[in-house]
């Protein structure tokens, strides 16, 4: 047990680089002046906020992918209903300033004609309310769908199409107008949160070191999970399912407690997500967006949680880098970025990191030691 | 108690089981009793129905007819693998599994008989007890220098080693063992042989095996499989004489 250290170097880094933004960025845009040559522009604080909660989605993600061999294709559902949730607490908030001035209804339902505020839309008003709905909403429904398909067996591609068909009926759900929700518009024109104006430069400060703080301990809770012993059985369960089965443990059990919490935390990424970039629509539930999201995984390095993090924000960075260059080109060069890292770099970025220093850290280590079983046996196979 | 008005001192009973696969009938009202701290062999040809027999036990497969009784008391054909287990059934695949990516340690940490719920698990602490039992099967299974090896990294024999380790960490009442001499040496299949007859001493255990030499070795009773019901029953010298083993089995 010694081998699994709840931190290792690699996590204690990525901790402190992660606290360091959260303390330094805000700090940087607020205080410094804008001629600073250390100083964040305003535009770049959502924009590396955006980042940090990709790089949670990934986190999350990484906890089924990587170490419960579940590859989802949908998990960017569950961060567009805890964006949904989030984003219907910001347009309650928004209260008579809207364009029909109405006190109780937001401006899309003025607009259908609306008359009272749906069942589903009571309670947005309390932030507390919004906030249990964030990972409520996404960890029941990972909760049903796990319940299901683990208890059918449900494995392999086929559960993976299945998260992708999940996504996609969302996605078709939540354009319809009657749905609610805003239709393809989504939920936008935030005024405030809690009080404060979305918009203001320090109400974007704190909301980047939020995502920063939730980030950090997202990690440190998938670190904690696993390390733990139920960590162990949901990498055994990865390796060798019926062996696992055989042994006693009930696998579908255990697939939907990390499939659940893993669902809860892209609920609270996409809560973080929704304030920063001011707007909420069904896109989000794009299949291509959950499949973007796996690449950032495999892009950092699968099973490693800090790559899964490292990678969405590498790619997303990119992303927004190459947009500007050459907008059109941009699916071309993340499918090619996926088809080199399964090439060449089939442990991702932080495999690469660990193999350059493993060598030399290696050759520290005594040699193993030599087989010592079945004792007797002198002859090697 | 009685499971379909049969009453039994056998720890493991199966009556008339028959299982069919798309009109294949893999197992043919197979009649089978294995008495405590019994060990017994099963031989037969391919497609025998051994390794689908093993399903029934484990229920992995359930049969289309027939009775399976684990203890007298306990209907296999309603429980589920992990329950199987549970009740103290384990079974050892005839390819070695294990979880290649853990170490031996832990390999056999996760086999250990405890509380198999998620939460428990998420919140167990590894006590002196079971560190002081781990200890113990890695020195009988002979993997005590190899315990912070990765499994993936040991050998073919080692990992039938550690997947029989694993077993006995399950403290099981019956063992399932599938050709466990496979690919070994002649000397890993006489200790695999010694290590068995060691656990048979406070287990049942059920080894399935082509390989006719071991099953000398084991020296004990023997039953042939033959499309899926029991061909012959008896001592390997009366079984190997019998005429309808030799014609299917051991030819002429």
């Not at chain 1, 964030?134 to 029941?140: E, F």
């Not at chain 1, 935030?190 to 009080?195: H, Q, R, S, T, W």
């Not at chain 2, 390819?95 to 996760?110: A, R």
């Not at chain 2, 113990?136 to 039938?160: C, M, Y």
Request: glycine share 10%.
């Amino acid at each position: 047990m010694s081998r699994y250290r709840f931190l290792d170097g690699a996590g204690m880094i990525f901790l402190a680089v992660v606290l360091a933004m959260a303390a330094l960025i805000p700090a940087s845009n607020l205080l410094l002046p804008p001629d600073s040559w250390l100083h964040v522009p305003d535009h770049m604080v959502p924009l590396l906020g955006k980042y940090l909660a990709f790089a949670m989605l990934a986190l999350a993600l990484d906890l089924v992918w990587g170490y419960c061999g579940i590859l989802s294709l949908g998990h960017g559902a569950f961060f567009a209903l805890g964006g949904y949730a989030m984003g219907m607490y910001l347009m309650r908030q928004i209260g008579p300033r809207g364009v029909y001035g109405n006190p109780v209804l937001p401006d899309f339902m003025v607009f259908l004609n609306w008359t009272e505020l749906p069942w589903f839309w009571l309670g947005f008003d309390h932030f507390w309310f919004a906030l249990l709905m964030v990972v409520l909403v996404p960890g029941a429904l990972a909760f049903c769908f796990g319940w299901l398909a683990f208890r059918s067996r449900v494995t392999g591609v086929y559960l993976s199409i299945i998260t992708q068909a999940l996504t996609f009926a969302l996605m078709l759900a939540f354009f319809r107008n009657d749905m609610g929700f805003g239709g393809n518009n989504g939920l936008t024109d935030f005024k405030d949160i809690l009080g404060f104006p979305v918009q203001a430069q320090g109400t974007r400060a704190a909301l980047f070191a939020l995502t920063a703080f939730a980030l950090a301990g997202s990690y440190l809770l998938s670190r904690w999970v696993v390390t733990s012993k139920l960590g162990k059985v949901v990498v055994a369960i990865r390796d060798a399912e019926s062996r696992s089965r055989f042994i006693g443990y009930r696998v579908e059990h255990y697939k939907l407690v990390v499939f659940t919490l893993s669902a809860m935390l892209a609920g609270i990424a996409g809560a973080l997500y929704v304030p920063q970039v001011g707007i909420i629509n069904p896109s989000e539930f794009a299949p291509a967006n959950s499949i973007e999201a796996v690449i950032w995984v495999a892009v950092g390095g699968r099973g490693t949680l800090v790559g899964a993090a490292l990678g969405a924000f590498l790619v997303n960075a990119g992303k927004t880098w190459f947009t500007g260059v050459l907008p059109s080109m941009w699916l071309f060069a993340l499918g090619g970025l996926f088809v080199l890292t399964t090439l060449l770099l089939p442990k991702g970025v932080v495999g690469l990191i660990t193999d350059l220093f493993g060598i030399r850290r290696k050759s520290e280590l005594p040699a193993p030691t030599a087989p010592a079983a079945p004792a007797k046996a002198a002859p090697a196979e | 108690m009685a499971i379909g008005g049969l009453t039994t001192n056998a720890l493991l009973y199966l009556d008339n089981v028959s299982v069919t696969f798309d009109g294949f009938r893999a197992l043919n009202a197979l009649s089978l009793s294995i008495d405590a701290q019994e060990m017994r062999a099963i031989i037969g040809p391919n497609g025998a129905g051994k390794t689908t027999m093993m399903d029934v036990i484990t229920g992995k497969t359930r049969p289309n007819q027939g009775v399976a009784v684990f203890e007298a008391s306990h209907d296999l054909t309603k429980l589920d693998e992990a329950s199987i287990a549970e009740l103290g059934i384990g079974r050892k695949f005839q390819t070695p599994t294990v979880f290649e990516m853990h170490t031996v340690e832990d390999n056999i940490l996760l086999a250990l008989k405890t509380d198999r719920r998620p939460f428990p698990t998420l919140f167990s602490k590894r006590t002196k007890a079971e560190k002081e039992r781990i200890d113990a099967l890695l020195e009988r299974v002979r993997l005590t220098g190899s315990r912070d090896r990765k499994a993936g990294e040991l050998s073919h024999g080692q990992k039938q080693w550690l997947e029989i380790g694993m077993l006995l960490a399950q403290e099981p009442k019956l063992l399932l063992v599938d050709e466990p001499a496979a690919g070994m040496t002649d000397q890993e299949t006489a200790d695999t042989a010694d290590l068995l007859r060691e656990i048979a001493k406070t287990a049942s255990v059920v080894v399935v095996e082509h390989d006719m030499v071991f099953v000398r070795d084991l020296g004990v009773k023997v039953t042939c499989l033959h499309e899926g019901s029991v061909l012959a029953e008896g001592s390997l010298d009366a079984v190997s004489t019998n005429e309808r083993v030799v014609e299917v089995y051991l030819g002429r």
